[in-house]
């Protein structure tokens, strides 16, 4: 009786390893996207979160504010929020996440100057 060898040869294993190889170059991209598109859904909630706050502190002081600290809003993990004008007519503020670069998005709410790229009053905008 003639005894077979059993197990995988070289060539077998290579070519898994490359097949795998293959479907990890295709997966990776489809991934980033997703995580960058993430990232921009945050800074929007962020944006659209800080609205309530803002409107929240107006109810208080008849005044919008420029200070998180006083409107007492965490920001998400990684998302630089910046108020960029405030007074008692109205207010407006950026959001930004470094792994999104170069999304920005905005929001404006009153008689203040619209920032880029934000142009129609309570609506976030990003480019």
């Known amino acids: 009786m003639s005894h077979r ?3 995988f040869t070289l060539i077998e294993l290579l070519i898994v390893v490359v097949i795998i190889g293959i479907l990890a170059a295709i997966a990776v991209p489809k991934f980033q996207n997703t995580k960058g598109k993430a990232y921009v859904a945050s800074m929007k909630s962020d944006l659209r979160n800080l609205s309530v706050s803002e409107e929240g502190y107006f109810y208080e002081h008849q005044a919008y504010t420029t200070s998180l600290d006083s409107l007492e809003f965490v920001p998400s993990h990684g ?5 960029t004008q405030a007074g008692p007519t109205g207010w407006s503020a950026t959001s930004m996440h470094p792994n999104a670069y170069p999304h920005t998005c905005a929001i404006f709410y009153g008689s203040v100057t619209p920032v880029a790229p934000a142009t129609t009053e309570g609506e976030v905008a990003c480019q």
């Open 79 to 83: 998302v630089v929020l910046t108020i």
């Open 5 to 7: 060898p059993r197990g």
